[in-house]
């Protein structure tokens, strides 16, 4: 199994964080509750080491912080964790030290969001004003113009009902946005320190995860 596809499985189970457990996760520093570290990554541990990226590693060591000291003899230097968005081709060493595993927040497809999702409409997510900072949705609906002059000729429908139709899908689609709304994806983020990895091309394809509809508890 690849660490995305855990990933998926492991968040669409464990559902939306309800806002306390928001509130206590902002109080202890995490921007959110896609961030899986401390305590939580050793509990999935052993889950990681049957994965496919990690399938040459013998220790996964857990640090607490994304800079730990290091000694070597009499010298001593601090190293600093690495942020990389996982690749289809990674693969880690044979021990790894890691801080984080993190999904990235939504990304939406700009030529997705134009397709429409259900009777022939999609809603936008929500977009911030650059001018003003005011934050708009968009909905969009597509109709053919030919496809309503034949059921005014074949319907016999007038052209008031036919607007009717599509205000009355529209008003619909107000009422159920979840339902009419482009597609989210997420990368995987993971922070590791240096030497932790043993393969990755630069130019690899990043692994992006679809999750179910989530809605605060």
Excluded at 150 to 178: F, G, H, M
Excluded at 181 to 197: H, I, T
Aim: glycine residues 4%; proline residues 4%; hydrophobic residues 35%.
């Amino acid at each position: 199994m690849k660490l995305a596809e855990f990933l998926k499985d492991y968040f669409d189970k464990k559902g939306p964080s309800g806002e306390k457990e928001l509130l206590a996760r902002h109080i202890a520093g995490y921007s959110d509750e896609f961030i899986i570290s401390g305590e939580e990554l050793k509990l999935i541990k052993d889950k990681l080491l049957k994965l496919d990226e990690f399938r040459y590693v013998e220790e996964i060591e857990i640090t607490q912080a994304p800079t730990t000291m290091c000694f070597k003899g009499a010298s001593e230097r601090v190293e600093t964790a690495v942020t990389m968005c996982l690749a289809e081709d990674v693969v880690f060493a044979r021990k790894v030290k890691l801080y984080s595993i993190t999904l990235t927040p939504e990304i939406y497809d700009p030529l997705a969001m134009t397709e429409t999702v259900k009777d022939d409409i999609v809603i936008s997510p929500l977009f911030h004003d650059p001018k003003d900072f005011t934050s708009y949705k968009t909905i969009t609906v597509r109709w053919s113009p030919e496809e309503l002059q034949d059921k005014i000729v074949l319907e016999k429908k007038t052209e008031v009902e036919l607007k009717d139709d599509i205000i009355s899908k529209v008003r619909k689609a107000l009422d159920n946005p979840e339902e009419y709304m482009s597609e989210a994806e997420r990368r995987v983020a993971v922070r590791f320190f240096p030497g932790s990895l043993s393969y990755g091309a630069e130019d690899s394809k990043s692994v992006t995860i679809k999750l179910k509809n989530r809605k605060l508890s």
